[in-house]
Nanobody, 115 residues
Framework: QVQLQASGGGLVQPGGSLRLSCTASGGIFNSVAMGWYRQAPGNERELVASITRGYITNYADAVKGRFTISRDNAKNTVYLQMNSLKPEDTAVYYC?????????WGQGTLVTVSS
């Protein structure tokens, strides 16, 4: 079974930056598109950004121009650089396959944007 381990979250002030990492163990990382998702309290999980195996990226309108997704296939890792963070970015962030997720989720990493 593929294991997804996200890390890098924390408390940051508005306007600050964080870099999230997610490493996949097992599976076929190099052959699939990956996505970063987030779930804020009381909200549905939503897609934030995706990257294909050919490094084509797409972003939700809410984060376009502020977040950058990247991947390192040698390390089975996908990253999310988050700049100009806003309080509304507060959520638990997860990575998973995209567009069809694995059917289960890792623990995610909590990002809190607050002064």
């Amino acid at each position: 079974q593929v294991q997804l381990q996200a890390s890098g979250g924390g408390l940051v002030q508005p306007g600050g930056s964080l870099r999230l990492s997610c490493t996949a163990s097992g599976g076929i990382f190099n052959s699939v598109a990956m996505g970063w998702y987030r779930q804020a309290p009381g909200n549905e999980r939503e897609l934030v950004a995706s990257i294909t195996r050919g490094y084509i990226t797409n972003y939700a309108d809410a984060v376009k121009g502020r977040f950058t997704i990247s991947r390192d296939n040698a390390k089975n890792t996908v990253y999310l650089q988050m700049n100009s963070l806003k309080p509304e970015d507060t959520a638990v962030y997860y990575c998973n396959y995209y567009p069809r997720d694995l059917g289960y989720w890792g623990q995610g990493t909590l990002v809190t944007v607050s002064s």
